[in-house]
């Protein structure tokens, strides 16, 4: 293994221990120490599998990856100062640590879910899912762009009160609304592998949003600073902070990440690093 196996390692057990007894102060750190430490276990592993890694040999896609990352979450940010879902609390008193912080923290989405999904394909789980190809008319297409305007649209337009009930629909709305552009450009896209009958991907993704789902949610429970929900669903039932329903958003979180990330890639073109290939056996 390669060495930074072990620091990620020792970066999550550290990140957890100290949480559970160490330095309030420093469990302020909690979320983005043991998500990096996350990232680090899972690259060394797919090294040692394949014998190449994004890190190990496509350092600045990576980098690309942890910015794009950001930016979308940053996205959803602004999506939830009116539909009010989640909030942070504890955050650190110093504005530059607090930003840092987050950074941080939202440039691991991306690759957390890319990783995971890719060890889930390594080991062959969802492998023989076949399904029956869809046919998938222009028609349709375009009624899927629609709807997606709509469901990134309405939400922002309804009073908070009624916009707080409806984030799946801005999980949702992405999708609907790029990724039939990203089928009909040649991108990869959900839609082309369901022209195809081909499960095993989107399989890969759903379990890599559930996954990631569960550590975030794990993590962020013993953390300093941390978000709560704010969310109006099963509020007295929850797993760590979540509400228990607000789990089944992870699903199509993990899509909407692999749509909207094929999209930019389109409109970016060549500045992406990396060429064609996304450093990814279950994406090239």
């Known amino acids: 293994m390669a060495a930074y196996f072990y620091i990620g390692i020792v970066m999550i057990a550290g990140g957890v221990l100290n949480s559970w007894f160490g330095s309030p102060r420093l469990a302020d750190w909690t979320t983005p120490v043991c998500w990096w430490g996350y990232i680090l276990i899972l690259d060394a592993v797919i090294y040692?599998?394949?014998?190449?890694?994004?890190?190990?040999?496509?350092?600045?896609?990576?980098i690309y990856q942890c910015v794009f990352s950001v930016l979308l979450w940053g996205v959803f940010e602004l999506n939830n100062l009116h539909m009010m879902n989640w909030k942070y609390v504890n955050l650190p008193p110093n504005r530059i640590e607090m930003i840092v912080g987050m950074v941080l923290s939202f440039a691991t989405i991306l690759p957390g879910i890319f990783y995971t999904a890719e060890i889930i394909d390594i080991l062959g789980l969802f492998k023989k899912i076949k399904l029956p190809p869809?046919?998938?008319?222009?028609?349709?297409?375009?009624?899927?762009?629609?709807?997606?305007m709509i469901c990134l649209v309405v939400p922002?337009?309804?009073?908070?009160?009624?916009?707080?009930?409806?984030?799946?629909?801005?999980w949702l709305g992405w999708i609907f609304f790029l990724d039939p552009i990203n089928l009909y450009s040649g991108a990869d896209s959900i839609l082309a592998d369901l022209t195809q009958?081909?499960?095993?991907?989107?399989?890969?993704?759903?379990?890599?949003?559930?996954?990631?789902?569960?550590?975030?949610?794990?993590?962020?429970?013993?953390?300093?600073?941390?978000?709560?929900?704010?969310?109006p669903f099963t509020p007295g039932i929850k797993v760590f902070e979540m509400p228990l329903v607000g789990f089944l958003g992870f699903l199509p979180f993990a899509i909407e990440y692999f749509v909207v990330y094929h999209t930019a890639r389109l409109i970016i073109g060549r500045n992406i690093p990396g060429g064609k290939s996304l450093g990814y056996r279950i994406f090239d």
């Open 48 to 62: 040692r599998i394949r014998g190449k890694s994004i890190i190990r040999n496509n350092f600045r896609l990576f």
């Open 134 to 148: 869809l046919r998938i008319s222009p028609v349709f297409s375009y009624s899927l762009i629609i709807l997606g």
């Open 156 to 170: 922002m337009m309804l009073p908070a009160s009624i916009a707080t009930y409806l984030f799946i629909l801005i």
């Open 197 to 231: 009958g081909k499960g095993s991907r989107i399989a890969a993704l759903f379990a890599s949003g559930v996954v990631c789902g569960l550590l975030w949610e794990f993590w962020n429970f013993w953390a300093g600073s941390k978000w709560v929900y704010t969310a």
